[in-house]
């Protein structure tokens, strides 16, 4: 069945780095541009960044730009989220979410149609 | 960017209810919008994309209306694994997308 797996949340300290992967399945993953959306303790949705397909495109949320990198290995069918100069106000749970048409994530349709069950990063000292 | 202004924050409502919670673009996104429902400690789930089309899978008693910049939810005859909360989220033309504030959808 169609699933995205995330992995690499844990507890870091402020101005450090960590990798979260998503490991998809079960779906052609070199089709689908991906997101990354998160969610702070006890607040809403938040979306984070985009992929194309290919890998040739991406957009970040302003919160993160120039310190999150998205990128993928469409042979090994996995996303990831570089984040580095960690601050407090990032910790929240990360979802992974494919783009709900395939191709050019650009339509009515588009939106995120499979979500994984997310990882938690939390950042303190 | 574009800012969704979503209302009530919070509702209280009984089962066999009819619920509307509606969300409000600052610009005109046609028909980009979908809508999400999040149970606690779970990842949201698509409902409604388009604005109106169901996600394959979802109860017939979810529908979504609306185009331009006034948007609804609809659920009727609210069922008891209804009470949630749900968001709104565009994706029109460049990014960011962005989500709504939420509704969280309450027993009463």
């Known amino acids: 069945q169609v699933q995205l797996v995330e992995s690499g949340g844990g507890v870091v300290q402020p101005g450090r780095s960590l990798r979260l992967s998503c490991a998809a399945s079960?779906?052609?993953?070199?089709?689908?541009?991906m997101h990354w959306v998160r969610q702070a303790p006890g607040k809403g949705l938040e979306w984070v960044a985009v992929?194309?397909?290919?890998?040739?495109?991406?957009f970040y949320a302003d919160s993160v730009k120039g310190r999150f990198t998205i990128s993928r290995d469409n042979f090994k069918n996995t996303l990831f989220l570089e984040m580095n100069s960690l601050r407090a106000e990032d910790t929240a749970v990360y979802y992974c979410?494919?783009?709900?048409?395939?191709?050019?994530?650009?339509?009515?349709?588009?939106?995120?149609?499979?979500w994984g069950q997310g990882t938690t990063v939390t950042v303190s000292s | 960017d574009i800012q969704m202004t979503q209302s009530p924050s919070s509702l209280s409502a009984s089962v066999g209810d009819r619920v509307t919670i509606t969300c409000r673009a600052s610009?005109?996104?046609?028909?980009?919008l979908g809508w999400y429902q999040q149970k606690p400690g779970k990842a949201p789930k698509r409902l409604i994309y388009?604005?109106?089309s169901l996600q394959s899978g979802v109860p017939s008693r979810f529908s979504g209306s609306g185009s331009g910049t006034e948007f609804t939810l609809t659920i009727n005859s609210l069922q008891p694994e209804d009470f949630a909360t749900y968001y709104c989220?565009?994706?029109?033309?460049?990014?960011?997308?962005?989500f709504g504030q939420g509704t969280k959808v309450e027993i009463k």
């Open positions: 979410a494919r783009c709900g048409v395939s191709g050019i994530c650009s339509s009515s349709g588009s939106g995120m149609d499979v």
């Open positions: 610009q005109g996104i046609r028909n980009d």
């Open positions: 388009a604005a109106s």
């Open positions: 989220l565009q994706q029109h033309s460049s990014y960011p997308w962005t």
């Open positions: 992929i194309s397909y290919d890998g040739g495109i991406k």
């Open positions: 079960g779906f052609t993953f070199s089709v689908y541009a």
